[in-house]
């Protein structure tokens, strides 16, 4: 009898763990089925799972609505799939990165959040980010980088000519003092489209248009209908100036007053629509000049930090008794091409030098002498000899127009780029795991 109940209880226990070891296999199959296949590679169920969370978690800090699971998955997806292509090209170049680059950008991130990298890790954490996915992600988001820089950044010149031209057609200074906060809606066309398929995309564009214009939200269907790599962003493109803005929107952006949508503008890529989101002025731009000189030290096998340090100790104290700076430096630094001029530096702005001796010499009164100052180059000792306020409005312009036509330049090749990436790549989606 008690044999019989052993046995039956054996089988129970048989049967109860299959069911069970049955169910861990169908979950199991569930997330590692396979959603799409790119080139020779594919894109898992969980792999799509984690990123559409974290693409959730993101919208839903910046207080938008949520689209419905297909959609959102299906958006993710596309980001996914272009990601890996041109993961797969950056591959196939060469390009990697090392953990020590990806270290030091993770403690540069953390730095520019007034923390260090563990206090970083724990707000990640707590915001539900694992410090590992954090990683992976800026590991991609370098590489793609670099593979864009080098299939694209070098293609990208801009001449003098063509930032004259712009501040010559422009409104002069006024113009450019404009900033254009914009979002932005694609529904993408193919190379090659038939009409038939262009005919549908425009039909699809003008049908938003008419949506958004009676109030339906920009952001929810930006995030929903866009084809565009700020899809998942709602479409914001951010602040943009008047050269910042690509050629083709332009005409329509300088026409557009706050909320409004513009029509949709045809390109090579499908069907744009802008919403004008908001609209500011930029002040002049004045900056401070300031006269300086120095004498540098150089530190090598015969001159230590301490000897260095010592030698402008003694050429500071001969100063400060009467000696000439400029006769000091010419005969003392190791800066040839400043020494010839009795250490003079002659006018410079924000930047022109290196960080420490830029701090340094703004803590300096008019003829002041600093105490020994480290650098890159050596040890300095520095003298202010006089300050001013310039207006830099039009220097400044202009190097803020050639920045802005390169990057509207380099914005509009990758878009191109991006899109003939994808449709000459073998893609299946398997759309009904979706």
């Known amino acids: 009898m008690i044999k019989q109940e052993n046995t039956k209880r054996f089988i129970l226990v048989l049967l109860l763990c299959n069911l069970l070891f049955g169910s861990f296999l169908v979950h199991a ?47 993710v997806l596309e980001k996914m799939i272009v990601d890996k292509l041109q993961r797969q090209l950056a591959e196939k170049a060469g390009i990697t990165v090392s953990e020590e680059m990806l270290n030091s950008s993770a403690a540069d991130i953390a730095r520019r959040n007034n923390m260090d990298v563990e206090q970083f890790r724990i707000e990640l954490e707590g915001q539900g980010i694992s410090y590992q996915s954090f990683l992976d992600n800026m590991r991609n988001e370098i590489i793609i980088n670099q593979l864009r820089g080098r299939e694209i950044g070098g293609r990208i010149k801009v001449t003098d000519r063509e930032v004259d031209h712009y501040l010559e057609t422009q409104d002069k200074i006024g113009e450019e003092a404009t900033q254009y906060h914009l979002g932005h809606i694609l529904i993408a ?46 479409g914001d493109l951010g602040w943009r100036t008047p050269s910042e803005i690509p050629t083709l ?63 402008l100790v003694a050429l500071k104290g001969r100063i400060a008794d009467g000696d000439d700076f400029a006769s000091l ?33 703004a803590n300096l009164g008019i003829n002041e002498v600093s105490e020994p100052v480290q650098t890159q180059f050596g ?56």
């Open 329 to 361: 430096a010419r005969a003392h630094s190791d800066d040839k091409g400043s020494a010839l001029k009795g250490g003079s530096l002659d006018w410079v702005g924000p930047g022109d030098l290196v960080k420490p001796f830029e701090e340094a010499m």
């Open 249 to 311: 929107f332009v005409n329509e952006v300088h026409q557009m007053k706050q909320g409004d949508i513009s029509e949709p503008i045809r390109s090579p890529s499908g069907f744009h629509i802008i919403k004008m989101l908001e609209l500011k002025g930029m002040d002049n731009h004045t900056i401070t000049k300031t006269k300086v000189r120095h004498i540098l030290v150089k530190t090598n096998e015969l001159v230590d930090d301490a000897e260095a340090k010592k030698r």
């Open 189 to 234: 066309v193919k190379e090659g489209a038939s009409s038939a398929e262009i005919q549908k995309a425009m039909s699809k564009a003008d049908d938003l248009v008419m949506k958004l214009r009676g109030g339906q939200d920009f952001n929810q269907t930006a995030i929903s209908d866009s084809d565009d790599a700020n899809a998942l962003k709602g």
């Open 379 to 434: 040890w300095h000792i520095i003298q202010v000899l006089g300050r001013e306020n310039k207006d830099d409005s039009r220097e400044f312009k202009k190097n803020l127009v050639r920045d802005a036509i390169r990057k509207r330049k380099i914005e509009e090749e990758t878009e191109l780029w991006v899109r003939r990436l994808r449709d000459e790549a073998f893609v299946e989606i398997y759309q009904d795991r979706l």
């Open 29 to 75: 199959e569930i997330l590692d089925s396979i959603v799409a296949v790119v080139e020779d590679d594919v894109i898992l169920e969980r792999e799509l799972q984690r990123e559409v969370a974290v693409i959730e978690q993101r919208i839903q800090q910046g207080n938008a609505t949520l689209p419905p699971t297909y959609v959102l998955r299906k958006q």
